[in-house]
């Protein structure tokens, strides 16, 4: 049994891959003190949670509950040491695509995570941690991630006027702290980028590692870094240009290599 456990649910943008990236890169270092699951632990997991921010229908809540115990189920032994569970998917899609205006759905998400982690483990503590961002810097960020992995046309002005409350994010975890009775912590990517570890160090720091281990933590570099200007703009352009979806998705994909280099 986990002594304790850190539910890391996002928010998408606010240097979550950065955030999984450092774990990773230390997994060995704390491999005493705490256990991982990321993304690819829970494949299955994420298609419900994605789902369900879409349909918030019983069936597919249903569907998140039974996969979430199933991967606790899948666990192995780990007394004394913490669980971190982090991917930005467990409180669903990216908002601001069709109709999904915000994160409306992850506080029922994290309410079942919270419930079924008790019940499996019920002498663990349990903590939520997410990561946020300044509302200006969120919108510009989420509406490029759209323009690059979807065939989003709409200007930025029009996505900021449609999507504007997705990137209250603040107002999103006091709403969670309000309705999950656990400790729910929050730092905004601004606040924590320039820190050693980068944007994982307040999720480290719920760890309690020791000082010996500290030390022997590295960062990871950035990872999904923004593209520059002038690519994010040929990738606009690509998605009003092209209505084939083959025939847009190649061109994407030769922005992006010409983008990369050799």
């Avoid at 491999?31 to 019983?58: C, F, I, N």
């Avoid at 065939?151 to 900021?160: E, G, K, Q, S």
């Avoid at 449609?162 to 729910?184: F, I, N, T």
């Avoid at 923004?226 to 922005?255: F, H, P, S, T, W």
């Amino acid at each position: 049994m986990p002594r304790r456990i850190i539910i890391h649910a996002g928010f998408h943008k606010t240097g979550t891959s950065t955030i999984q990236a450092t774990l990773r890169e230390n997994r060995v270092a704390m491999k005493r003190q705490v256990a991982l699951r990321l993304r690819w632990h829970m494949k299955e997991l994420v298609a419900a949670t994605r789902g369900y921010s879409t349909w918030r229908d019983p069936l597919t809540l249903i569907k998140v509950q039974h996969r979430f115990i199933r991967m606790l189920e899948g666990l192995p032994g780990m007394p004394r040491r913490t669980l971190i569970i982090s991917c930005e998917e467990l409180v669903g899609h990216l908002p601001g695509r069709g109709d999904l205006m915000d994160y409306g759905a992850a506080p029922e998400l994290l309410y079942a995570f919270w419930e079924l982690a008790q019940e499996r483990f019920p002498s663990a503590e349990i903590l939520i941690y997410l990561s946020t961002r300044a509302p200006t810097s969120w919108l510009s960020s989420a509406y490029w991630e759209h323009v690059k992995a979807s065939n989003m046309t709409m200007d930025f002005d029009a996505f900021v006027a449609k999507y504007h409350r997705a990137a209250q994010l603040d107002d999103m975890v006091a709403e969670v702290a309000s309705r999950v009775p656990v400790p729910v912590h929050h730092c905004a990517l601004e606040d924590c980028q320039n820190r050693s570890l980068g944007p994982a160090e307040p999720l480290l720091d719920l760890c309690d590692l020791p000082i010996d281990v500290q030390v022997e933590l590295v960062p990871a570099h950035p990872a999904n870094a923004r593209l520059g200007e002038d690519v994010l703009q040929a990738l606009l352009e690509a998605n009003r240009a092209y209505k084939d979806a083959d025939k847009r998705k190649a061109a994407k994909r030769a922005i992006l290599a010409e983008a990369e280099g050799p």
